[in-house]
């Protein structure tokens, strides 16, 4: 008979986080661990009572089958006519589209000849740098060598804005748009897909007008929240990731963290462990260092999630209270090189969290050879997954002999239904971390005033005012001008 413990693909170790390695100035002691105890299982009760009554969007979707269904009908009608698929989007309708194409994809998929990828080439735009958008406008206007067309005649454009107003997005859209109607003519709306609001905005207006397919995304799913949703399964289909498994895996998660009590719940004791550094240890600097290139955009997708949803000034009920452990990126073992110096001697205010895989997705070994350079030899047949893995336990290691706290996530391997677990595992977390500071982790209301002041700066009808205070506050006063 199968047990839980060998169906779960993903673990938390938390061993090296506790005074018992770290001191009790760094370590979350059992005392506590029980400190916490009430407030952990009040913010569990809370979030998964949320979570069954439907207010949480997010956890709707593993088991929400249609969004699958439909992104699936989608990629059967056009993956076979699209060379090229151009994700335009910001934040969180790019960063998990990058995340589940850089985990489960090969490093070359975009370099590979067609008949070796599932998939078109996958271009995320998450950027207004003109140029980066000059780079792939040229690209598109070349012939692809493998069909003998344009690739404008071949490429798919992605367009994924809950409002369409975003501003990166809408510039992104209103030039490639042009572009399509120069080159295809009253065809163009054959290569657009939009995902937006199921029922109004902007994007849904213009879709409508021009005959696009669309995409919906769901009500209450905040973009950071999205990546389950069409919002990140499209592109993934479209590139050959399964999604139904990476669905199952979230829903197992979900079914983890909903069904255990504390203190045998990885999303309750990974947020009580991480409220405790914040709040009692002194450590508000939280890093993710996967030791594995395949993770790290799971990297930057957590660090959107965790600041976004943490970062805030105001408690619920309107009182300012300034909170949020900053998240931080590292990669393994690259940023040995470049910061671990820093993790271990400078000041004790972070908490490392690793990712580590057992099984990498393939095997590379050393080559048999320099038998007789003796600092070498050690080498010699190893596999690289295994180095890989000895320099992360190596990291660990001098981290708590420094007294530095730490954690690991374990995957077995990764998989579709790995990165779906991981995914769930941090978005319940954040939710939990939510409930444990007493903030709105659904709203951005620092993200919107950027917004407003973007929309004034460029001329929006109705921002004159607006623009006029924001030009005396950074331009008009040149004293501090060098």
Known sequence: MTT???????????????????????????????????????????????????ELGYA?????????????QLRAKLVGGTTDLVVLGIGGSALGNIALQT????????????????????????????????????????????????????????VISKSGETAETASQFMIFREKLREKLGARFAERVVVTTDAEEGTLRDIAEADG??????????????????PVGLFSAAMCGIDIRDLLKGAAAMQQRVEAQRWPDNPAAMLAAIKYLMYSEKGKGLHVMMPYSNRLSALADWYRQLWAESLGKGMTRDKKQK??????????????????????????????????????????????????????????????????????KKATEYALAFSERPSVTIHFDEISPATVGEFIYLYEFTTSLM????????????????????????????HYEEFARSIRRLVEEDGAFRI
């Open 103 to 158: 985990a489960l994809n090969p490093a070359t998929h975009n370099l590979l000849p067609a008949a070796q990828r599932n998939g078109p080439r996958l271009f995320v735009l998450d950027n207004v740098d003109p140029a980066w958008i000059d780079d792939v406008l040229c690209f598109l206007d070349a012939t692809d060598p493998e069909t003998g067309r344009a690739r404008w005649q071949t490429a798919l454009f992605n």
């Open 212 to 229: 696009y397919e669309t995409l919906a995304i769901p009500d209450g799913v905040g973009g950071r929240f999205s990546v389950l949703s």
């Open 322 to 391: 300034f909170v949020g452990p900053t998240p931080i990126k590292a990669l393994g073992a690259t940023d040995q090189h470049s910061q671990v110096q820093l993790y271990r001697e400078g000041e004790n205010d972070r908490l490392v969290v690793f990712l580590q895989v057992d099984r990498h997705p393939c095997a590379v070994s050393v080559p048999d050879v320099f038998g007789d350079v003796s600092g070498m030899t050690y080498l010699r047949g190893a596999d690289l997954g295994q180095l890989l893995n000895a320099e």
């Open 434 to 461: 939510g409930e444990l500071l007493d903030v709105d982790a659904y709203d951005q209301p620092a993200v919107e005033l950027g917004k407003q002041a973007t929309f004034a700066l460029m001329g929006r009808e």
């Open 4 to 54: 839980e413990k060998e169906q779960t693909l993903i673990e938390l170790y938390w061993r090296n986080a506790t005074d018992r390695v770290v001191g009790p100035d760094h370590g979350v002691s059992e005392e506590d661990l029980t400190s916490v105890s009430e407030a952990i299982q009040q913010a569990l009760a809370t979030v998964v009572g949320q979570c069954r009554r439907g």
């Open 60 to 72: 709707a979707l593993p088991t929400h089958g249609e969004y699958a269904e439909r992104v699936s």
